[in-house]
């Protein structure tokens, strides 16, 4: 059943987020499918839906508490980054670095899609992802969401108009250019060039959990972005940032002494960043620091 289990996964991080979340769900779903005796598995006929639809309904009932505890968050909240397979190289596996693995990384990874999903209600989530991403029917997700295929389908409905019109597409060359500019500029501490790669109305979001320093707020404005990322600079020499895939984009590694301090991911319109998501809580970077220590 691995590439069942890899299919959950991937259902399970989307809805959720977070790689340990998610792992935590499948593996649940997994005990409460053995837990079943052997004459009611010979009756399913489809393990592998049994198991989609109690792993949906963990991830429903995850998302309804994680609203509870995200309110006693200290900051932003962020999801977890995802590194590139290729990055991980060979060997670096272990714990969160493996299920990184397993993650296929597409547009409903992205940072930008996944924040979106954060602002969507628990079973909004739930329908949208199952059916606009994975495919599945309505009356399937009936089954997990306790409702009629209508109601889910309204569901599904009221959680893309949340999205919203999909963005003109930025080829991957174009984004890397851009936020290579973001880099450039950051390195040389040169604010005047860091505020004409942003978007004038540009936003940071920074998640350090309250385990290292972050801003709590957003950082609004290209300028006041430009001089939050040169103050931080100048409080940590010795930092040093790689161009690397975050959640499939282009995205900005910050390394010190080779361990990872921050993952940035960037949204950009226009040939300028829009959106910057910065995670430093280090209780998210596992894959990365993973990577970091084996490099």
């Not at 005796?37 to 049994?50: D, F, M, T, V």
């Not at 991957?172 to 390195?187: D, I, L, M, S």
Request: one cysteine or more; glycine letters at 8%.
């Amino acid at each position: 059943m691995s590439g069942e289990r890899r299919r959950l996964l991937n259902i399970a991080y989307r809805l959720l987020g977070s790689l340990a979340e998610a792992e935590d769900a499948v593996q649940e779903a997994y005990a409460r499918w053995y837990a079943l005796p052997a004459h009611r598995r010979a009756e399913i006929l489809s393990p592998g839906a049994w198991l989609t639809t109690v792993t949906g309904r963990i991830c429903l009932d995850l998302l309804g508490s994680a609203r509870a505890r995200r309110e006693r968050y200290v900051g932003a909240w962020l999801p977890e980054p995802l590194p590139d397979r290729a990055e991980l190289g060979p060997g670096r596996g272990g714990g969160l670095a493996d299920l990184a693995e397993q993650m296929v990384l597409d547009e409903s990874v992205a940072m930008a899609f996944l924040v979106v999903l954060e602002s969507m209600t628990p079973a909004e989530r739930v329908a949208f992802v199952l059916h606009d991403v994975f495919r599945y029917p309505f009356a399937e997700i009936a089954d997990v969401l306790g409702r009629t295929p209508a109601a889910c389908k309204q569901l599904a409905s009221s959680a893309r108009r949340r999205v919203g019109p999909a963005p003109a597409p930025v080829t991957a060359p174009g984004q890397a250019e851009t936020v290579r500019r973001v880099k450039t500029a950051w390195e040389k501490r040169d604010i005047a060039a860091l505020v004409a790669v942003l978007d004038p109305a540009a936003v940071m979001t920074a998640d350090g959990g309250g385990m290292v320093g972050a801003a709590l707020h957003p950082v609004e404005g290209a300028a006041r972005i430009a001089q939050y990322m040169v103050a931080i600079a100048d409080r940590a020499p010795g930092l040093e940032l790689v161009e690397l895939l975050v959640n499939g984009g282009p995205g900005l590694v910050a390394r010190r002494d080779g361990v990872v301090m921050t993952v940035a991911s960037f949204d950009v319109a226009d040939g300028r960043v829009v959106r910057i998501w910065a995670v430093r809580n280090p209780e998210k970077l596992g894959p990365w620091l993973t990577d970091a220590a084996e490099a």
